[in-house]
């Protein structure tokens, strides 16, 4: 089964990151890119979070992005950039990750 693995914070991940095919990472950030492995590992996001109200209504703060998702798609390593801080001084943390059958 493929795993929702939330990494809280990036700069403190020990790299390179060993995960599954299937599984994506979830991470809290601006944005992000894949900077060599695209065969093995897609970016989904960058994505603004946002809940269900008790009335159905879909509640989305006002702001930048706030989250971003990569997901694990064949074997091999990929080293993706993940962007955290805020705009007027942004953080570019890389991370490799490995992807295990």
């Known amino acids: 089964m493929a795993r929702l693995i939330e990494v809280p914070n990036v700069a403190l991940c020990r790299s390179p990151l060993v995960i599954r095919v299937g599984d994506a990472l ?8 894949v900077r060599s492995g695209g065969d093995a590992i897609e970016m989904l996001g960058p994505f603004v979070q946002a809940i269900v109200g008790e009335n159905g209504e879909v509640l989305t703060p006002s702001g930048p992005p706030n989250t971003v998702v990569f997901r694990a798609r064949r074997t091999g390593t990929a080293t993706i950039d993940l962007v955290t801080g805020n705009f007027s001084s942004p953080v570019t943390t890389s991370l490799q990750v490995e992807i295990e059958p």
């Open 26 to 33: 979830l991470f809290h950030g601006l944005g992000g890119h």
